[in-house]
């Protein structure tokens, strides 16, 4: 009760700081920056909500203010915490009305006219927002009081807060752009686009199957990723078994290949497929003049981007994987192997049904990447584009139509929210807890050799053909044109990175301004997805509240979006108040944390489905709170999955490029955004040694992550596995 | 500070619900500080519900829970001042076997020195003294069990929550655990609140025993008391596997009934039996068997020898009895045609 007390008055301290003292109004310069403090006597854009009174729509915030601090004096805990919910929620309702109502000219909706005119407003600024916190809450704060939950105040608050976070950056701008579909140029309501759109044989004909003509987009896409998901989803098991179940050399090596592909912007693995395959590439012409065929244009179309992507996502398949494949309990196989089972039996049923959630993951994974990629059907698609790339054109090509964009946006949306529907149903009855409270000895059962034969030949081949893209790529950055002048040169290098000595460093290359602002703000924003993807994680894993599946589906549906459609959705909805975010880090940053977040979360609770919940109550009656439990059982247990999260959203910070390229302004220019600005203009030269630049450095920032989070200290250590009996030396 | 009651639980007419399951309707029960009780029935029988509801970690749809006097109901599981230990353990993988025992001391905000200390004193409690630096994993089941037991006394909690803690282990450890879990619990005197489903340990450890069935308690008392006097005959068959035997009061003074069952005539305790058709529970130990012709006769159906005593099954005019002997030393072969006769210790009305 005192403790219910204690965090009420703080919450009521914060808000009151919201309300008297911050800026109530966004403020051009920033609020971070600090400048506002000097003019804030003076001038009435960074005065408090206190000040602003004189708009009548913030009288509702005093008085809901006074309202709880009333119901902290008068009322013990238990019998308030209805009314503090009561209060937020008016709170918020409230805010988010005047908010979307009066904007920066007045009102902005005709029917809203009527009741007189209104001075405009700027978009919130530090206290609306802090009073917004601070209504999330009391919210929050009265459902402990309530008892919800089993009073626990933090997980409450944890959710109000994702909740209202993803309604914000994840509805709010899908709203935003739907409302733009159904919107004329002068702002009135018009369907005419969509219903234009809707039955277009471009995006549903099945005239391939029939033999007629190409298939619309919306089945090739589909088409496309399946096939993604299935290669990529075998691969990566092939990779994780490999390194954790094979005793082959160079494992090590084998790890650290398969993240090169994802440190890589997508579009350079589609150059270097160029160079290689394309029309004039080395092997397509080499093999030409050997056996006298015309290969053609092959490479373009979805055979290409298939291979790209192959390429492009294996690795995470293999990454989420190899905790799947490490998490199987050996006793499961060894009991199977007790009972008379062969490797083989073992294997096929004991290890790979136990494994069977963690591979439809990665299968759903690699399903909805697929669908989404912007950046090796940009470079590969030739003629037929798949269905984020016709979006993109939709919106920025010469027929800006934002009808088009929204209904291939909704046929795509269709497509990943079914596959990962299917998934949900198909894995929602099985829930393997195979790393239980207690202990459990013994060591893998090794593959069986008709599968470990196989799986090892595949891997060793993709691990070459890996290691020659990329050497492709490497060399590239060192020839003077490639194709046609092959000198070597550090030209390229030199123009990019160059660095010269005049009282201090000066960064004279071209590229240093967008790597320095891609750095800063990937670094930001990784590990905020990783904490923000886990604890989401972990509320939906550990914790039975009202609504968590809707939650759960509402997270994923956000990663079912693709980039191209959050670009532009986040344009239409942060350029003008109540939220307004256009042009600073602010919103790249965000828009990373949630375009990231899922992997994250998925990652998550893939790990944390393996660890028993007994685990987290023991915590919890040894008196630990659960942010404690959190940091101190949890996580230690889940540092694959953090190291993971880390990487992973690092990663994409740094290579995403459909997303970002509508939200990179000239201050916050991005990497990615500034090497496709180089390929337009046929600088390929320094396109590839900028993007051999971001590979490295990614390596070796992964490298950190590996060493900050180090290797999980689980119960079964890597001890020298049992002698084999020394093999006769083949003839 | 220590109030008068710390130590004693309480359970107002709490009910819980799972969606439109009903695991428990209406349950209300009273702990005594020092006591040992035992929630004992069949797997969903609501015990350990019962108990998570007492650790915070389920709240109940209705009611109220009160554990030293004071009204938990609402306080979550790291506020409440009981500990558990759980049937698989829940030793943290990642930390020292001292690390786990410490943790939630360091939790309370003792510094990690005492901390340490307390942890090892509590290990010695335990007998498990110079195995601190150990993980989990390398313990044994039986030693895995007793840092359980470790980590949750060393807490000095009013209430010590035991989930089926020895389920993991065999019989011949259950055995000597549960006598040691007693001795801790004698010995510290804290209250403690111990969930299983197999009688014999009920018996053993407890001070009382709450049998529950369908969410409900079925009958309460120590455990003596609910061995030979069943209230029900679920509980005379579930406490001690007894024959439930239908039988005729013929008539009840002084407190004894005199009872008709398969053509012998016995006197037992009436409690509250009026004449008239009645059930009788028969204790496996108190049927006598005889290789002769008798008032109640019955056929051997099945026997085993056990080394101390023998087992059968005889089919007779009441059904199918259990019998255990005690001094015959070669087993009646099946087929047999025996008589059969009461001890009168065994034998109680159920009520």
């Known amino acids: ?731 | 500070m220590t109030s008068p009651k710390r130590g004693a639980v309480a359970f107002k007419n709490v009910r819980k619900e799972f969606g439109s399951f009903i695991a428990i309707p209406d349950l209300s029960l009273q702990i005594a500080p020092g006591e040992l009780v035992t929630l004992l029935g069949p797997s969903g029988c609501g015990k350990t519900t019962t108990l998570r509801m007492l650790a915070g970690l389920e709240s109940p749809t209705q009611g109220r829970i009160l554990i030293g006097g004071e009204d938990v109901t609402r306080l979550p599981a790291n506020r409440r001042d009981v500990s558990m230990v759980f049937q698989s353990y829940a030793l943290f993988p990642h930390m020292t076997v001292a690390q786990n025992v410490a943790d939630g001391l360091e939790s309370g905000g003792m510094k990690a020195g005492p901390a340490r200390d307390v942890a090892d004193k509590g290990l010695d409690l335990v007998g498990l003294d110079g195995m601190g630096a150990r993980l989990p994993s390398e313990l044994s089941g039986g030693q895995q069990q007793r840092v359980a037991v470790a980590r949750a006394l060393v807490l000095e909690p009013q209430v010590l929550l035991l989930d089926e803690p020895l389920s993991n282990l065999d019989a011949r450890l259950r055995r000597r655990v549960r006598t040691e879990i007693r001795d801790l619990q004698q010995r510290l005197g804290f209250t403690a609140v111990y969930v299983t489903h197999d009688q014999e340990e009920a018996l053993a450890v407890s001070d009382r025993i709450i049998v529950m069935q369908d969410g409900r308690i079925a009958q309460e008392g120590t455990p003596r008391a609910l061995y030979e006097q069943p209230a029900s005959d679920f509980i005379a068959d579930f406490i001690g596997e007894a024959n439930v035997v239908p039988c005729e009061v013929s008539h009840v003074a002084d407190g004894v009934a005199t009872v008709q069952v398969g053509g012998l005539t016995q006197t037992v305790p009436a409690r509250n039996a009026a004449p008239g058709p009645a059930q009788l529970s028969v204790r496996a130990n108190a049927i006598t068997l005889q290789e002769r012709d008798g008032p109640f006769a019955g056929k051997i159906v099945s026997s085993a020898y056990l080394g101390d005593h023998l087992e059968y099954e005889i089919d007779t005019d009441v059904g199918l009895l259990f019998a255990i002997d005690a001094e015959g030393d070669a087993p009646l072969r099946p087929g047999t045609p025996v008589s059969l006769g009461f001890r009168p210790r065994g034998l109680a009305l159920i009520a």
């Open chain 1, 1 to 731: 009760m005192i403790r219910d007390n204690r965090r009420l008055d703080l919450l009521l301290l914060a808000a009151l700081i919201s309300f008297m003292i911050l800026p109530w109004y966004r403020l051009r310069s920033g609020f971070f920056g600090l400048g506002w403090v000097g003019d804030y006597l003076t001038d009435d854009r960074v005065w408090p909500g206190i000040a602003q009174l004189d708009r009548w729509w913030l009288w509702p915030m005093p008085v809901l203010l006074g309202l709880a601090g009333m119901l902290r004096l008068s009322m013990p805990p238990a019998r308030r915490g209805g009314w503090l919910v009561i209060l937020g929620a008016a709170g918020i309702a409230w805010m988010m009305a005047q908010g979307l109502s009066v904007g920066l000219r007045g009102w902005n909706w005709a029917a809203l006219e009527a009741l007189g005119p209104v001075d405009g407003q700027q978009a919130f600024g530090a206290g609306a927002i802090g009073i917004l916190l601070c209504f999330a809450g009391f919210i929050a704060f009265g459902l402990a009081e309530r008892g919800a939950l089993k009073g626990d105040a933090f997980v409450l608050g944890s959710i109000t807060l994702l909740i209202g976070l993803v309604a914000l950056f994840v509805f709010y701008p899908l709203v935003s752009m739907f409302t733009g579909a159904f919107q004329d140029f002068d702002g009135s309501f018009t369907s005419e686009g969509v219903v234009r759109n809707i039955g277009d044989p471009k995006i549903w004909s099945l005239r391939c199957v029939t033999g007629s003509g190409g298939c619309g987009v919306a089945w090739r896409t589909f088409f496309l990723a399946m096939c993604t998901a299935t290669g990529t989803t075998l691969l990566g098991l092939a990779f994780a078994l490999v390194a954790t179940r094979m005793r082959v050399p160079f494992k090590k090596g084998l790890r650290l290949l398969t993240v090169l592909p994802i440190i890589t912007p997508p579009f350079v693995i589609g150059l270097a497929l160029t160079l290689m395959l394309g029309r004039a590439g080395f092997v397509t012409q080499f093999i030409e003049d050997v056996t006298g065929w015309e290969l053609g244009r092959w490479l373009y179309g979805l055979t290409g981007i298939w291979i790209a992507q192959m390429l492009s996502f294996t690795p995470i398949s293999f990454l989420v994987l190899i905790g799947v494949v490490e998490g199987v309990s050996p006793s499961m196989e060894e009991a199977s192997q007790t009972m008379r089972a062969s490797r083989w039996r073992t294997f096929r049923r004991v290890s790979l049904p136990l494994m069977a959630p963690g591979i439809a993951n990665a299968f759903l994974i690699s399903f909805i990447e697929s669908m989404a990629d912007f950046g090796n059907p940009l470079v590969l698609g030739g003629n037929g584009g798949v269905l984020s790339t016709e979006i993109f054109f939709a919106v920025v090509g010469a027929q800006h139509d934002p009808a088009r964009a929204a209904v291939l946006a909704t046929v795509l949306l269709g497509f990943t929210l079914s596959a990962f529907l299917a998934q949900r149903l198909w894995l929602g009855r099985r829930n393997f807890a195979t790393v239980s409270g207690k202990g459990d000895g013994g060591r893998h059962a090794a593959l069986p050799r008709r599968v470990a034969w196989p799986v090892a030949c595949v891997v060793f081949l993709w691990a070459a053909f890996t290691v020659f893209v990329y050497g492709l790529i490497l060399f590239g950055g060192f020839v003077k044109i490639w194709g046609l002048d092959h000198t070597l040169t550090l030209e390229h290098y030199t123009r990019a990175f160059s660095v010269s000595w005049q009282d201090g460093i000066v960064w004279t290359g071209v590229a240093w301004n967008s790597f320095w602002t891609t750095m800063k703000i990937a670094l930001i924003a990784a590990p905020l997805t990783a904490a923000v993807g886990l604890l989401t994680a972990w509320l939906i894993v550990r914790q039975r509240f009202p609504g968590r599946g809707l939650f759960e589906f509402a997270l994923m549906m956000s990663f079912a979006i693709p980039g191209t459609v959050i670009g532009i959705s986040y344009i239409m909805a942060f350029n003008l108040p109540p939220v307004q975010m256009t042009g600073t880090a602010m919103i790249l940053i965000f828009c990373f944390v949630f375009r990231n977040m899922p992997v994250g979360v998925r990652g998550g609770v893939a790990a944390m489905a393996q660890l028993d919940a007994s685990l987290d109550e023991a915590s919890l009656t040894l008196g630990a709170s659960s942010p404690r439990t959190l940091r101190r059982v949890i996580l230690p247990l889940l540092r694959p999955a953090i190291l993971a999260a880390l990487v992973y959203s690092f990663v994409r910070a740094i290579t995403s490029i459909s997303a970002v390229i509508f939200l990179v302004s000239a201050k916050y220019n991005m990497a990615t955004a500034y090497i496709v600005g180089l390929v337009e203009n046929g600088e390929y030269g320094i396109a590839i040694a900028y993007s051999s630049v971001l590979i490295v450095v990614m390596i070796t920032v992964i490298g950190t992550f590996q060493l900050l989070v180090g290797e999980r200290r689980l119960r079964r250590q890597i001890e020298p596995a049992v002698q084999k009996r020394p093999k006769e030396v083949q003839a």
